[in-house]
């Protein structure tokens, strides 16, 4: 599985974004397709996730209301659009792909099989 991010850049706060995740090498039925981000200095932390199959989305607390993840299943591609941006959203986002994830472990790093290689979003204030 290939997975390559891309849409990050520099943004003002309250701006918006969207981050694009294309993936290839695989079916993605019965996958989860996941946004992570790792800010300088802290660990990779959960972003939001969907379910190829049934769309089913989840959502970090932090981003709920402000991030909204979608799905092209015709080409497999999942999207993270980020609106009212923050400078604490300020990181490097990664997209990741895993199979047989059940929807309790949907946030879980651990969960995911495969990672793309990150796209930097930085947020000004």
């Known amino acids: 599985v290939q997975l390559q991010a891309s849409g990050g850049g520099l943004v003002q706060a309250g701006g918006s974004l969207r981050l694009s995740c294309a993936a290839s090498?695989?079916?993605?039925?019965?996958?989860?397709m996941g946004w992570f981000r790792q800010a300088p200095g802290k660990e990779r932390e959960f972003v939001a996730a969907?379910?190829?199959?049934?769309?089913?989305?989840v959502y970090a607390d932090s981003v709920k209301g402000r991030f909204t993840i979608s799905r092209d299943n015709a080409k497999n591609t999942v999207y993270l659009q980020m609106n009212s941006l923050k400078p604490e959203d300020t990181a490097v986002y990664y997209c990741?792909?895993?199979?047989?994830?059940?929807?309790?472990?949907?946030?879980?790093?651990?969960?995911?099989?495969?990672w793309g290689q990150g796209t930097l979003v930085t947020v000004s204030s």
């Open positions: 990741a792909v895993g199979y047989g994830i059940i929807l309790s472990s949907m946030q879980l790093i651990r969960a995911y099989n495969y």
């Open positions: 090498g695989r079916t993605f039925s019965n996958s989860a």
């Open positions: 969907i379910r190829w199959n049934f769309g089913t989305t």
